[in-house]
DNA sequence: CTTAAAAATAGGAATCATTACTATTTATGA
DNA sequence: TCATAAATAGTAATGATTCCTATTTTTAAG
């Protein structure tokens, strides 16, 4: 017995994949709440945890210092605005290539790597 | 009267730039004691961000959710050992170019990238 | 349909890195 | 020398996240 269904794991999922904005824990815990209203924050991370664990969601890391999650678990790159702090998917190739030009004065193994862009997203711009 | 001087700064960017292994608030804390006995944590943090801000130092963030601090300020990459924990410096040709691919389908202004690689160390590959 | 055991939960306490606060000390331009 | 802005030490506060525990829920097996 590994693992077993629970209604909360299953409405966080389920309002993940709604987004597309990458929420927090606190984000998700503040509209799972709605239709679920006692459930506990604790919850709602000890859930976010297990399914990035198990590969059914992906958590990410920029530099707010906050942990995000996307239910979209395929690569894809990210930006994040400097000025109104939205996380934007990103449709682009992959950028493996980096990994062969960083292994090339480097004698260790280079199995993955993190990026993620950062600017004025096009909505800031204009205003 | 802008910034002035303090013994206690300059002992950090002094120990900081004997270091190449981009040590934490902490780590540096602890090592300055041995010369400055009664400096305050806070005093290590405070001046850390001071000169992370005026460029003296750089900050890096990567997903062991700690800060590190590098005395290096110019533009590099790093590698991070998921076995043993160890930030490596890469030698390596700016990936500017990987801008322009982010920003061939987005509207808004790409200004920066953040990225480092992880993987095993050499040394932790022969064990 | 029971039932027993493993897994999950709610709620709250604990942790850990970092920042904020405040009375005191220090650096420095006049 | 002196005035004052800046910095410090020490401690309290913050905020995200994890841990703890008594209780509840899921589920496999009889």
């Known amino acids: 017995m590994a693992l077993k269904y629970s209604r909360q794991r299953q ?9 597309k904005d ?22 709602v991370y000890r859930n976010l945890s297990l399914l990035a664990d198990i590969g059914e969601i992906q958590r ?9 999650f996307d239910a979209d678990t395929s690569a894809h790159y990210h930006f994040v605005c400097t000025q109104c702090g939205r996380i934007i998917d990103l449709r682009m ?4 290539h ?3 030009l960083a292994g090339r ?7 993955g790597h993190v990026t993620y862009f950062h600017g004025i997203c096009g909505d800031c711009r204009e205003s």
Chains 1, 2 share one sequence.
């Open 98 to 100: 980096i990994m062969d």
């Open 60 to 68: 990410l890391r920029f530099d707010d210092g906050v942990d995000h």
């Open 93 to 96: 190739d992959s950028l493996d």
């Open 22 to 43: 990458h929420p927090t824990a606190d984000t998700v815990y503040m509209n799972v709440r709605n239709e679920y209203p006692n459930i506990s924050l604790g919850t």
């Open 105 to 111: 004065s480097f004698d260790g193994e280079i199995r």
């Open 11 to 19: 409405v966080i999922k389920d309002f993940l994949m709604t987004r």
